[in-house]
């Protein structure tokens, strides 16, 4: 059964870092896309950073330069590391797979149930 | 980046209506759109595909269409599990992919 669970959530200070993962189960994170989408309390869904299964990695505007998004083979385990958090970076990070089928379609087919980080004083 | 403009924002509709929401992509995207369905305090579920794909094992009331820069999903018949919130996503451009504001249906 495809799973992935994500933790390292918590209340932390603006200017501060943590670090999140996302454990995956029933398929091999290094062969797949994986994203981080992030939902704000009571706001919409906002992608935050992709990782290829070449390794490339890509990030939105909002977080590029801060965020850093990595994995480990041996551990099946996506990674978002978080430096100079702010307020607005407070919300729940979702870790998704992406699915890119042999047409090239392109979605994210699984999902975490996501782990809440709030960035306060 | 591909701005996705929802419409609308929220709707109230009963049991068995016929329910549409629109998506608009700020320029044209071919079918790169998936269609998401969150309930609250749940992770969002992929719907639809590619436009108009039904993903697996999700029931045959929901469908879709467009192409371009306009997209629509369709719920036939409202069953009581489907008041959620709805969001469209452009997959045409995965260095970034965007999502739309959502759409969320209430119970009239």
């Known amino acids: 059964e495809v799973q992935v669970v994500e933790t390292g959530g918590g209340l932390i200070q603006p200017g501060g870092s943590l670090r999140l993962s996302c454990a995956a189960s029933?398929?091999?994170?290094?062969?797949?896309?994986m994203s981080w989408v992030r939902q704000a309390p009571g706001k919409g869904l906002e992608w935050v950073s992709v990782?290829?299964?070449?390794?490339?990695?890509f990030y939105a505007d909002s977080v590029r330069g801060r965020f850093t998004i990595s994995r480990d083979s041996s551990k099946n385990t996506l990674y978002l590391q978080m430096n100079s958090l702010r307020a607005e970076d407070t919300a729940v990070y979702y870790c998704?797979?992406?699915?890119?089928?042999?047409?090239?379609?392109?979605?994210?087919?699984?999902w975490g149930q996501g782990t809440l980080v709030t960035v306060s004083s | 980046d591909i701005q996705m403009t929802q419409s609308p924002s929220s709707l109230s509709a009963s049991v068995g209506d016929r329910v549409t929401i629109t998506c608009r992509a700020s320029?044209?995207?071919?079918?790169?759109v998936n269609w998401y369905q969150q309930k609250p305090g749940k992770a969002p579920k992929v719907l639809i595909y590619?436009?108009?794909s039904l993903q697996s094992g999700v029931p045959s009331r929901f469908s879709a269409s467009g192409s371009g820069t306009d997209f629509t999903l369709t719920i036939s018949s409202l069953q009581p599990e489907d008041f959620a919130t709805y969001y469209c996503?452009?997959?045409?451009?995965?260095?970034?992919?965007?999502f739309g504001g959502g759409t969320k249906v209430e119970i009239k």
């Open positions: 998704a797979r992406d699915r890119l089928d042999s047409s090239g379609w392109y979605r994210n087919d699984y």
């Open positions: 996503q452009q997959s045409y451009n995965t260095h970034a992919l965007t």
């Open positions: 320029q044209s995207i071919s079918s790169y």
């Open positions: 029933g398929f091999t994170v290094s062969d797949n896309y």
């Open positions: 990782i290829y299964s070449s390794g490339n990695t």
């Open positions: 590619a436009a108009s």
